[in-house]
């Protein structure tokens, strides 16, 4: 009998021990926090606190659940480790439907994405898992399945996915609006043409993303024309497009893209070298609400190109010609007569300008924030000067760069000093530039940054017959 006593007694000492253990664990993780890729989404904790706290008493559910949609994928992971109550209520679907594991890219594996769909089903909108590399097609088939009301989809940096997560999302996502994809080096062709319902899948269902607004297949090498003019035909609604760095778009896929998208208002081909005029001249005649435009590098551009937009485009408000090397004074002007609501111009490399288009821009672009001009080396203080004083300077020009422009002097940063929204200033390797002359400047505009380089003073050569000092090998010599 005492043997059984002490034996009762032994167990209930044990498992007090071991729920006060939990009960420390779980304070630890509640404090702590367990990330996503950490946390149990398959069942509800048994040893959890109690339900009867004040709060859950004086609050309905109804409310609870507002506050707790108000919260970040951690918080909700914390919150759903305090008692069952709460974890029922904080893995309540109508909470996850943005979800952003960005801060969790290194850790989320495939399993973490099943658990959140079944568990979020049709109230998840919203998924970034940019920069999960360990995510997998199975996973993205599984998601698709899943959520069918997802919108938004940002799977950028995703390396490991191929044309058969887009073959699942054409066939189970027909409300998705919004698909990142740059740097996912196996998509080809084929997921475009799964996403704009031209490409029948492996079960011949045909079904397509016919709402896709925005898409972005940035540096995704083997997309082609081809590719693009399949998803101009089936996703009219089209209003984003971004293939920066793809080469082998050229102008038959572009220009498609502007006959069948009359609602494009951004695109960036930046690194498309294979663009020429005909592909942006196509643009101006057929995309009057184009806002913004990125044919960095394509170097095959001319004035003809400036010309189209001008006449065309009149609600452009980010231009973005670096290295475009071929555009003179004469482009610009046509471009700036009618293209008064440009807020952001990069011209970086754009050799051929001079104070010319500076003058242009001064007169007519008065909402103009940010102008890069570096490595344009006609540039000289007479255009700062208009610049300083035009409309947009007083009012609205926050960033100016001007690196590599040799002949700027002290005498632009004094042109500039009027310009009480100027936040930030580039002048690095303009010779001309001195200490003396950004103090100045910064007496005027005290909250200004200033980026410079000063190359180090060469030592002078030694005076006298100072004795010469050679190494040893030199020596032996």
């Keep these: 009998m005492n043997n059984h006593n002490h034996n009762n007694h032994y167990s209930t000492h044990s498992k007090h021990k071991s729920e006060e253990k939990s009960r420390r664990k779980r304070r630890s993780n509640s404090k702590n926090g367990a990330p996503p890729c950490n946390f149990d989404w398959t069942s509800i904790s048994q040893n959890t606190y109690e339900d009867d706290a004040v709060i859950n008493k004086k609050l309905p559910k109804e409310l609870l659940l507002r506050i707790f949609s108000y919260l970040d994928v951690v918080s ?6 305090v008692s069952k109550y709460w974890n029922m209520l904080a893995l309540d679907g109508s909470n996850w439907q943005k979800i952003d594991l960005f801060d969790f890219q290194t850790d989320i594996e495939g399993r973490v994405v099943e658990y959140m769909s079944q568990r979020c089903g049709g109230f998840l909108k919203s998924l970034s898992l940019k920069g999960c590399q360990s995510i997998t097609d199975g996973a993205l088939q599984n998601f698709a399945q899943q959520c069918r009301h997802i919108e938004t989809l940002i799977l950028s940096k995703c390396t490991s996915i191929t044309d058969v997560t887009c073959e699942s999302l054409g066939k ?12 996912c080096p196996d998509i080809t062709d084929a997921s475009l043409k799964y996403l704009s319902n031209t490409s029948p899948s492996s079960t011949g269902q045909v079904r397509g993303c016919p709402l896709l607004a925005y898409l ?38 572009i220009e498609m893209l502007a006959t069948c998208a009359e609602h494009l208002m951004k695109l960036n081909v930046q690194n498309c070298q294979n663009i020429t005029d005909d592909a942006i001249i196509k643009i101006g005649s057929n995309c009057p609400g184009l806002t913004l435009l990125c044919a960095s590098m394509c170097n095959h551009l001319t004035d003809a190109s400036l010309v189209a937009l001008g006449k065309g485009c009149l609600e452009l408000r980010t231009l973005e010609v670096s290295g475009c090397t071929h555009l003179t004074d004469s482009g610009f002007q046509e471009l700036t007569r ?27 672009c008065h909402q103009l924030n940010a102008l890069s001009l570096s490595h344009c080396e006609l540039i000289t203080d007479e255009g700062i000067r208009q610049i300083g004083s035009s409309l947009c300077a007083t009012e609205n020009l926050r960033i100016l760069e001007l690196d590599n422009c040799p002949l700027i002097t002290d005498a632009a940063l004094e042109h500039l000093q009027g310009c009480q929204s100027l936040q930030r200033i580039e002048i690095y390797d303009c010779q001309l530039i001195t200490r003396a002359g950004i103090r100045r400047l910064r007496n005027h ?16 050569p030694s005076v006298g017959g100072g004795r010469q000092r050679y190494c040893k090998c030199c020596v032996i010599l």
């Design 338 to 364: 009618n293209c008064h609501k440009l807020e952001k111009m990069d011209l970086e490399d754009c050799i051929q300008i001079t104070d010319a288009t500076l003058g242009h821009i001064a007169s007519h």
């Design 445 to 460: 505009l005290q909250d200004i940054l200033v980026h410079a380089y000063f190359a180090p003073v060469t030592p002078p």
């Design 172 to 183: 189970y996502s027909s409300k998705l609006r919004k698909l990142d994809l740059s740097s």
């Design 216 to 253: 972005d297949v940035s540096w995704c090498n083997n997309v082609t024309n081809e590719g693009v003019i399949a998803l101009a035909q089936g996703c009219t609604k089209i209003n984003t497009f971004f293939c920066r760095g793809c080469t082998q778009i050229g102008n038959d896929g």
């Design 76 to 81: 909700l992971c914390r919150c759903a480790q």
